[in-house]
Nanobody, 115 residues
Framework: QVQLVESGGGLVQPGGSLRLSCAASGSIFNIYVMGWYRQAPGKQREAVARATRGGLTVYTDSVKGRFTISRDNAKNTVDLQMNSLKPEDTAVYYC?????????WGQGTQVTVSS
């Protein structure tokens, strides 16, 4: 069973950047769509971005133009470059398949955007 480990979160000022990384313990090639999700305090988990095996990407409206998802099937990683961060981007970020699998949720990585 593949396990996913997220990293790269931290505290950043508004307007700053972070790069999140999701490392899989096995091959993600057979997972057609991989995505990043986030959950802010008191809110439901939401999908942020997704990438197909072939590299097609989709973003939720609130992050379009600011976030970039990239997937490396050879390295079994899925990254999320986040620029122009806003306080409302504060959340725990997770990677998972799309649709998500209960078996793939990791511990996530905390992103806090604050001055």
């Amino acid at each position: 069973q593949v396990q996913l480990v997220e990293s790269g979160g931290g505290l950043v000022q508004p307007g700053g950047s972070l790069r999140l990384s999701c490392a899989a313990s096995g091959s993600i090639f057979n997972i057609y769509v991989m995505g990043w999700y986030r959950q802010a305090p008191g809110k439901q988990r939401e999908a942020v971005a997704r990438a197909t095996r072939g590299g097609l990407t989709v973003y939720t409206d609130s992050v379009k133009g600011r976030f970039t998802i990239s997937r490396d099937n050879a390295k079994n990683t899925v990254d999320l470059q986040m620029n122009s961060l806003k306080p409302e981007d504060t959340a725990v970020y997770y990677c998972n398949s799309v649709p998500p699998s209960d078996q793939l949720w990791g511990q996530g990585t905390q992103v806090t955007v604050s001055s």
